[in-house]
């Protein structure tokens, strides 16, 4: 290497760090797309799901025409495998919109990054199902047009030739009650597996399938009593209850360690007798297995019913410069008929009994209101800390692992370490 | 990581020109020209490449040394070897680099000698040959992503295979969950990788086999050499740089096993197929632990290094 290539070497680096540097101010002003123009933009992750996209493009446009409308908003939709990460780099970038939607249990770690910033709403939220509401340190960040609600789908007629009885929200099924339903659907002989708890899923679905069990059993994802150690919650004896009886659904082979890629498919098909899943797949349920459909809520292992809560939810980020807009769009579209709109678009439940009322499914007596009662008596927020993304993974983990053999004790012992380790060195995440 | 196979134009651009002789000082300036002009014309992919791989690999191995997260509030401090003396301790570390040394182990030479062979087949001149090179090429024109979403299907307890393996064997043979055992995992996941990647090396050994001269051949027939011996004493020899290539790439291509783990059993079961770069990602973007997967991008670098220079020692020209 000759001196002439060295010094320039050194230039470019040198050039290359100028440019680097001159990123990095861009920093400091936040919000850039949207500064001076009264227009703000909102982001959003279902452009995979066009009848999402298109009810909130028709609030945003009847917002955007109506008299009392603040600014102008602009929808930008993102697919949602990559939307957390354009969320997260452009916040790096400080080029985060001002309305952006968040995955309900993610909304305490945002709000900690103080990418979110409290709301402070004209509409009035305490009427709405609670688990629409995300609050983080007596702070509201974040408020759902919907939720969803777990469940299981059976065939009447199937519980009726195995002789088990239908389980009601007044009277679920107790824990003996469903091996012995488990039993003897089996015995049927129709299925290799009776029960199909969309044990193929990944990511986001593991916990918040599989963690109700746990909470249920008593035991939990962590000590939500200033939310600093995961030690006795799930590594504890009910802990261990809960994972012996997971793994045994699978070694009775009432359920298979690895369903299939589409467990709702594989029910239509009757591949299964006992489908555990979401509110969202109900509908379509229905349409194909019409009046023998049965919705149940989940089972009672000792503390009652429990089923996760918070869906998709809308959120002002902390760079906004006109939050005043940005807050009244939102109070906007909390309105009972836009509600409805999305709710009807979607499939799911709407936040408040006065949008439910304006679908005839979710209205009393309407064959999705199931839905809504669950979520009202059996839903359990996951738990709001900014560590939630991280306990996520590790009891995701946790369940495939004890799922595949794995001793329940090591392996969620190995999860709390992880989580504990994980808190300490966040500073306890405190605000 | 084809970065590291670049050819660097710098360096032959950079040899000292001749010192034009005093006696000749008007040459001096054209000289500078055409100094300047090279320049300009590598700068642009030095740029880039400054800008997009050398610069982040240096920040990322100064994220390695600090508490640096994907989200978060906090300031970044520098917190020394914590990092590493975490990692060192993880079972689940030292778990992903025994499955990436089993991987290579199995696939260098394997996929070495697959390539190998099919090159052989199809350096023949017989109709329809195109045909063939085709067909062996084709998987590896097709997407490592998509590839596996087949394979997945194909792997399952009722998928192709095992229903291949129970009609070949009249029902006798009753196939494994090949995804979800965690004695099965990883050879399963070998073997999809071998048959996706063979196709490349097959090319490099067909260009390689097609630049020895034919006359060679036709010298060890006039003295009776057997086709065996033809490839032991010409082939093999004249093979030489063609090897050291292909050995180098599939090391390194082995050892950062990422999309078929990713896509089929996310590490598991049991931690059977988890790999060094799929912890790195899952540590730096689902756990949003930056400082922590910067660390083990660090350790990965030092180990494809190291790896690199002991063959390349190995392969070296020993004359």
Known sequence: MNKRFTRILATSVAAAALVGSLGACGKGSASAPSAGSNEITMWTHNAGNAEELKAIENIVDSYNKSAGAKAKIKVQAFPQDSYNDSVVAAAASGKLPCIVDIDGPNVPNWAWAKYLTPLKLDADVSKNLPSTVAKWEGETYAVGTYDVALAMLARASDLKAAGVRVATVEKPWTKDEFQDALTKLKALGKWEYPLDMGTAGTGEWLPYAYSPFLQSFGGDLINRDGFQSADGALNGDKAIEWAQWFRGLADQGFMAKKSGKDSTQDFLNNKSGILYTGSWAADKARAAVGEDLVVMPSVDLGNGPKIGGASWQWGVTSGCDNSAAAMDYLSYSLKPENLAAVAKATGTIPATDEAAALIPAYAEGGTNRIFMELSRNYAVMRPETPAYPFIATEYGKAVQDILAGADPKTALDKSVKAIDANIKSNGGYKN | ?319
């Open chain 2, 1 to 319: 990581m084809t970065t590291t196979q670049l050819p660097s134009p710098g360096r032959r651009l950079a040899e000292p020109a001749p010192a034009a002789p005093p006696s000749k000082p008007r040459h001096r300036p054209r000289h500078l020209r055409e100094q300047i002009s090279g320049w300009g014309m590598i700068a642009p992919a030095a740029v880039l490449l400054l800008a997009f791989v050398f610069l982040p690999a240096i920040l990322g191995f100064g994220l390695a040394f600090t508490n640096a997260r994907l989200v978060s509030p906090r300031p970044v401090e520098f917190v020394g070897m914590d990092n590493f003396a975490r990692l060192f301790a993880d079972p689940t570390f030292w778990r992903s680099l025994l499955n990436v040394s089993y991987f290579a182990v199995v696939v260098v030479p394997v996929q070495s000698g697959i390539a190998l062979a099919l090159a052989l087949l199809i350096n023949k001149k017989f109709r329809g040959v195109n045909f063939f090179r085709t067909i062996y090429f084709l998987p590896v024109v097709t997407s490592m992503v998509v590839v596996s979403l087949l394979w997945l299907f194909m792997y399952r307890k009722d998928g192709l295979i095992n229903e291949m393996l129970s009609a070949a064997s009249f029902g006798l043979i009753n196939g494994p969950d090949w995804l979800n055992d965690p004695a099965t995992a990883m050879p399963a996941i070998i073997a999809l990788s071998i048959w996706q990647a063979a196709g490349f090396h097959m090319i490099i050994w067909l260009a390689g086999l097609q630049s020895i001269s034919g006359e060679l051949y036709e010298a060890a027939q006039l003295d009776g050499a057997s086709r065996w011996h033809q490839f032991r004493y010409v082939t093999w020899p004249g093979l030489k740089h063609t090897r050291t290539l292909v050995l180098v790439t599939i090391t390194i291509q082995a050892l950062g096993l990422f999309d078929q783990v990713s896509v089929m059993t996310q590490g598991g079961p049991l931690d059977s197929t988890t790999t060094i770069i799929y912890e790195a990602v899952r540590s730096g973007f689902k756990q949003q632990e930056t400082s922590y997967a910067s660390a083990i991008s660090l350790v990965f670098f030092v180990l494809v290094l190291l790896i690199s220079a002991v063959q390349r020692y190995l392969t070296r020209e020993k004359d």
